[in-house]
């Protein structure tokens, strides 16, 4: 044995999955045509489903010699990646440019068919996580809108209809149909009726969110919260098994719904793009070319993402750039294509599913029929500063917040938590029309001028009594705010895009009011002479438009998607460029006080691997520096070990893999084999009966006996993990700077990079052992 | 001499341009202080103006010992790339790390200041390009138009106006001031007065052609064209010295006001991307950050190619997606960020300016009042195939006629061409109410609808003469799609957006017209079951709008970009789904001819060293196979060679830059050294007057005499090379496959890799022989 035998290294030690890998045995005595077919077809990067693992004779090794030269270059197979690991791009694209190019080889009439259909999978599939997420977003909605509407009373003509349905084809405000709660119960005495509306109110409110964070707890924890965070890390490059998976999904959806319907300070938009991605996940298992690879996989996950935002709000070009410049970290021409048409699938099939039988996709219409003046351009900019101020300070709040729930006695009582925040809600609310009102409505109300809006809602637009409207929109503000703050991060499926939208609006509104007070009090001042005298010249509904991109620019920091989400929702252009204006002035003023998004800072929060291309880092120290050092490696000679020595070290060490060397005096890099893959061998060949421990491995192109290994007399067994081996690892010098190989790691999406001087190993660097030293910079 | 002496690499050859480079003579003498301190500094990858060369005796080179290990870990000292090279954009990168490092360790309060200066140069400098892209826009804006104008007549309260502000408040088409040429020569028999219009109108055009071809030929021949694929190409990471300076800057602005007033059929739009580039590179001189960096200059670039299609359309968000979608190569979240911004200043300048004094910065106003139905979706599918097939069709006999123009006897005169392509549209032209219009004209009348039209454009909405009016539309769509594959690559500035765009409305509007036929003949039949029979079913206009769309995607397989910029040209957002279905198969049925876009195309032909990171290629060969083998290579020992030899070696080989080996037998790799930075070292050492010569030189840590050179007793002296070499060069070695070295060159931006066997030096693999190795395999 000449094994080094230390250990620094930290990774997640979790098993392989073994459920994943094909359970396919393999024989002891292969005819030698399959042992050398099976051999030629090793290049191909994937997992052959037989004669994966094979021992075989010293006789048959000298068949080996006469394998081409150029099979030395695959880059290994692999099985399936663990949970909470990094996965590999760079190997999973090598292996998916492998598998299209056997394809492209194959000339019969099949396998030209073949090639369409794989050239159109990726195609079909992102058509196919189109429909589903829009078909999914059309219930989210309706039982959202239900269980909104059940809180105040029910349909008499069914349960199952909410208000609107209950009342169609009703003029106004007459609805005979639908039965308030008090009336139900049969009371009569004004202040009764109150409390017992008050009190339904209530307790459905609570009873959904305690039924929606029971279930989260229960079947699929990781449903909780907005999940963008997640996406984020999980598109990035992670692996959270089950995040995506079909509980996962289902719970969300439901959840949603009950949390959104409840009335609490949430959105359904944010989450939607969780949902997206879960579809994604379950709709690329349908297809191999998605299923086997996981870097793949993100592309489609990609495109999920932008049908979830582009089903949200209806805004499919919105959904492609969120995707881009927010969740997306591998984001290729393909893949904004991919995206492109997935986002326009959702938004058709929504369309064609008509959920608010409104014909529309835009979900706030507004048609502002003045155009804006340069005198409001300096309030559009101090819209932009409160809407940055707000982002900075809502993050920081709601930092706090969270991690006292996570960190402190509260995290034991999540439901209990999601209840009493339920339970205020929903009693403050039923006070205050612009509170009671589902957000959607309230922003749909405050974005629209006076004179389209149907009744005057919660006098917005009575002259009469302007103080005390913007006094209630004060406090509507101050209350939205700390609702915002201590809802969002509770343990039932929540999102933040709609509440940074209405405490923008609100925001807008007031300002616009004010403005618009003042410039009715001075028509003459110079700075209003570009004003028509007899048109109304200050819309405040702009304002709570400009206002609403403000905040939601703060809290994400997003810009162009920002604005493009901002247009799609209300289908209104004139504002292209105020908007764009604002969304610039609030991102640059939540950025002074910190780079980080809401989403980064919940990644950064949990500790999650994300390596943020958009962070710069400075620092002198190089590779060597960081580097897990060759004493402090498991290094796995070329020759020498028998399946009983590997046995050994998978039990005892938990790397997630292995280099290996000439010999474990001179280290020379041979190439690099990974945990999985090694486990995978060794499982096959000891599900073998009667195998024996003693065989030995080699991983070389030269024969054994090259070696002095291997009597030629005696027909000895070799176990051959050549076909695993990854021959060609990207090597490093040590004196590469620290901040070179993060470019490395950010571009080519590496997983470990291996350090050697002249050949020999010296070291290994992984991404999390990267990230941790990053982290180290960045306290500083 | 050890000297490798063999050539095979045939990079080009151009000497560096020493202009470029500060001339500050060094001493001979430096005190041993100023050497250490310049030695200290040695890591920043930028040139310091004093100390870059230096000659010291042998007992000096004892203190260099001393030097931190950090130094070695520095890229090399780079002096300006040459013309026609490629960047190495991850040498740039890492320079500009180190500048930034070396910004934020400065602590006083003057360094401070410098910092945000420094952080804030980015906004200022995108900023200042979006600025001076809007004047210049609305500089050609509003001299093309009066191009255009002064073909038909003059005015007469000033030859310098247009038509539109000399007849500035007279109502319809009263207008005293304006006087037609037949007028102006006072004739009055009718055929004579059509016969001077005629002549006067062809006149002019041809008149201002040449001027435009002329001035293009003497003075800026880089000016031609649309030079999008220039861009691309630069943005890759190429250099072409000229093509975004002053001189093309100014040819660009005159030839295009000159040839889309002349008539022809040419957009400036397209063209306006390469004027914002001109200006990004002006801009940039006046920037440290960016002038001395060829690749934080192309993210400007990026910005300003943003704005110069945000001024072109006034469609700012479109021109970000354009800079992201088409011609940016590298496009990190902040040149998004940035692009955002100039591309809003831009549009913010130009609706400042308003040169059409419309108020509005949308060019092709619509408001569409309808909404789309389901049975119209087959038909914009139908639109969407016809525009890919146009897009196809037009590529591949453009390029039949670019090369026409290229390769035969038609090169020669280039402003003859100009002059019978401008005479025979002219022609033409001027008998067609379609064709006479200026297109942007043309285009806004059949996108309108007819309610919208002012007066009946040419029939488009007579019920009466509907055949006719088909047929003459048919005919301008035939004569502008010939005019076109003629017209776009002239030697003057021409643009293929607009011309697209007219193209696809004709298509739509006929399609349109058709439909509207059929619908009304049959309102019964059941797939028009959704029309309200009240109310117009099918709007022609919209039809136009979406052949616009559809034909501008399959000439630039653009998808969200041309989405995008669709809308924010019309204003309308109602039609989202319906242009991106559109736009959708569009790019699919262009794609299933041929991959490359009209850009792409041209860059073929011309064999620009553009690596594209969408296309795929598939091979199974590996770096040794097309590498430059050792022996080929020149390389340099790191001891022993005299400044005479490198004289030698820099004379003699053309090569862009030489690896460094320990010696000429181990051939241990020490670092690699760029041409232009060996011959700045040299020629600073050959100004210093009485040079010997045979001073030695050395590129490596280790002293001298450590090779046995330099006998202590004598003061021999040498010359440090150190600072100018990348110690840390990437390297790979020979088995990678070629695919996956591909994949660095496309996300690292390598210019070369070195290929070595355990520490030897084994080959160099350059960018333009790996772009060689896969045009073969495209051809293939």
Known sequence: MHIKI????????????????????????????????????????????????????YDQIKHKKRIRKRESTVSGKRVAYENFTTIDWNHDFAKDRNRRNKVKKRKSLKGRIYLIYDACQSWILVILIGIVTGLLAAF????????????????????????????????????????????????????????????????????ATFIAAYLVREFAPYSAGSGIPEVKTILGGFVIKKFLGMRTLIMKCIGLSLSVGAGLSVGKEGPLVHVGCCVGNLCSRLFSKFNNNS????????????????????????????????????????????????????????????????????????????????????????????????????IKMNMKVVKLRKFSWLKKYPIQEVFVVTLITSIIS??????????????????????????????????????????????????????????????????????????????????GILMQLWQESHPDLWIFSSCNPDVQCVTPGVYAFIGAAAALGGVTRMTVSTTVIMFELTGSLSYVLPVMVTVMVSKWIGDAFDKDSIYDALIDLNQYPFLDSKRDYYSDAIVSDIMTKVD?????????????????????????????????????????????????????????????????????????????IGDPNQQQKFLDLRPWIDSTPYTITPNYKVVKVLELFKKIGLRHVIIVRRGKLVGLLNKKDLLRYLSTLKTE
Chains 1, 2 share one sequence.
Request: glycine share 8%; charged share 15%.
């Open 140 to 207: 989210i909605a309706i039982s959202a809108d239900w269980i909104s509407d059940i809180k105040e009373g029910h349909c008499k003509s069914g349960f199952y209809l909410n208000r609107k349905f209950c009342c169609w084809g009703n003029p106004g405000y007459q609805c005979p149909d639908w039965e308030k709660w008090s009336d139900f119960f049969n009371i009569h005495h004004q202040f009764l009726k109150g409390i017992v509306n008050l009190f339904m109110y209530t307790f459905i409110a609570c009873l």
């Open 295 to 394: 870097a793949r996989l993100r592309e489609a996950l990609s495109a999920a993402s932008a049908a979830g935002v582009s089903v949200a709000f209806g805004a499919p070009i919105g959904g492609v750039l969120f995707s881009l410049e927010e969740v997306s970290y591998y984001f290729p021409m393909k893949t904004l294509w991919r995206s492109f048409l997935s986002a326009l699938t959702g938004a058709l099939t929504l369309q064609l599913m008509n959920p608010f039988r409104s014909g529309k996709v835009v979900l706030f219409q507004v048609a502002y029929t003045r155009i804006w003046h340069i005198f409001e351009l300096p309030i559009y900019i101090l819209l932009g500063i409160i809407g940055g101020l707000y982002g900075a300070f809502f």
């Open 430 to 511: 039923y006070g205050f029309l612009f509170l009671r009102v589902s957000m959607t409505q309230l922003i749909s109300n405050l974005f629209r001028e006076c004179s389209e809006l149907e009744s005057d809602f919660g006098g917005l637009c009575k002259k009469t009594q302007i103080k005390s409207t913007i006094f209630m929109l004060l406090i509507a503000l101050v209350l939205k705010i700390i609702m915002t703050i201590f809802t969002f991060g509770i343990r039932v499926p929540a999102g933040i895009f709609v509440p940074s939208l209405a405490v923008g609006a609100l925001i807008g509104r007031i300002v």
């Open 6 to 57: 230390n250990s620094i290294d930290t990774n997640f030690s979790t098993l392989s999955d073994s459920s994943s890998i094909p359970k396919q045995k393999t024989d002891l005595n292969n005819s030698e045509l399959n042992e050398t077919n099976s051999r030629r077809n090793s290049n191909d990067g994937t997992i052959s489903t037989n004669k994966n693992v094979s021992i075989y004779g």
């Open 632 to 708: 402090n490696l498991i290094v796995l000679p070329a020759i020498g070990l028998t399946i009983n020595d590997i046995e050994n070290i998978l039990q005892e060490y938990p790397f997630q893999g292995f280099p290996i060397v000439n010999n474990t005096y001179d280290k020379l890099l041979i190439g690099y084999i990974g945990r999985s893959e090694l486990r995978y061998t060794i499982d096959q060949i000891e599900d073998i009966e009667n195998v024996d421990g003693t065989i030995q491995c080699y991983f070389t192109k030269k024969s054994p006996d090259a070696y002095g």
